[in-house]
């Protein structure tokens, strides 16, 4: 079945550190990839995403993921965290051949301390 | 213009009940996901709609659970004789056509005593 890992469960960093979010996808497919991030008290919104072309992508707020298909890793990374980062973050992935479901990762808590 | 909106935001009801959650996608919006969230299971696929297609319910954890779209729009989530094991927050999702980026709603929060 497919599956999508995220390695880390809860990150604790101080303002200015950088992140980086590990992400894994178990599909042999070709894939469209996700990062959503869920504030307190939000809802899911999206950060960004990655369909076709250039392997790294650049979402809101100065994020950015690289797709590496070989490793099937769509990792999520920021050189320079604020307090307001401070979410639930989700990796996620559409199988092309699996209708449009998103088969989501168990999230990734980040508390980032001022 | 506005985004996916759910009804009720919150409710509570008794074991063995049936409850009714209400999903309004983006409007020109022809896909429409449910999906669930809950501390044990994270954010689970429960059902998908795509236009006038039958619907892809691979998700649904049991035949308690059922859901329907009505024109092509707005869609209910049936979830009869309710258990403690429901209780999670129901989200719905909408995109332009399936495959496409989802957009999702605040959700309902379901608490079953």
């Known amino acids: 079945a497919q599956s999508v890992s995220q390695h880390n469960h809860h990150v604790i960093l101080s303002e200015a550190a950088s992140l980086e979010l590990g992400c894994n996808y178990s599909y042999g497919g070709t894939v469209n990839l996700f990062w959503y991030v869920q504030y307190p008290g939000q809802h899911l919104q999206l950060l960004l995403k990655y369909f076709s072309g250039d392997p790294l992508v650049k979402g809101i707020k100065g994020f950015e993921a690289e797709f590496i298909k070989s490793k099937f890793s769509f990792n999520l990374r920021k050189p320079s965290v604020q307090w307001s980062d401070t979410a639930e973050y989700f990796c996620?992935?559409?199988?092309?051949?699996?209708?449009?479901?998103?088969?989501f990762g168990q999230g990734t808590t980040l508390q980032v301390k001022p | 213009g506005a985004g996916v909106s759910q009804s009720p935001s919150n409710k509570v009801t008794e074991k063995g009940k049936d409850v009714e959650l209400r999903c309004d996608p983006i409007?020109?919006?022809?896909?429409l996901y449910w999906y669930r969230q809950s501390l044990g299971q994270g954010l689970e696929f429960l059902i998908y709609f795509q236009g006038n297609s039958a619907p892809d319910k691979s998700g649904l954890p049991s035949d308690r659970f059922s859901a329907e779209r009505t024109g092509g729009s707005v869609s209910t989530l049936t979830i009869q004789r309710t258990q403690q094991e429901d209780s999670a927050v129901y989200l719905c999702?909408?995109?332009?056509?399936?495959?496409?980026?989802?957009?999702f709603g605040p959700g309902t929060r379901l608490l079953v005593l």
């Open positions: 999702a909408s995109s332009f056509s399936g495959a496409e980026t989802q957009y």
């Open positions: 409007s020109g919006h022809t896909a």
């Open positions: 996620a992935v559409n199988a092309h051949s699996n209708t449009g479901k998103l088969i």
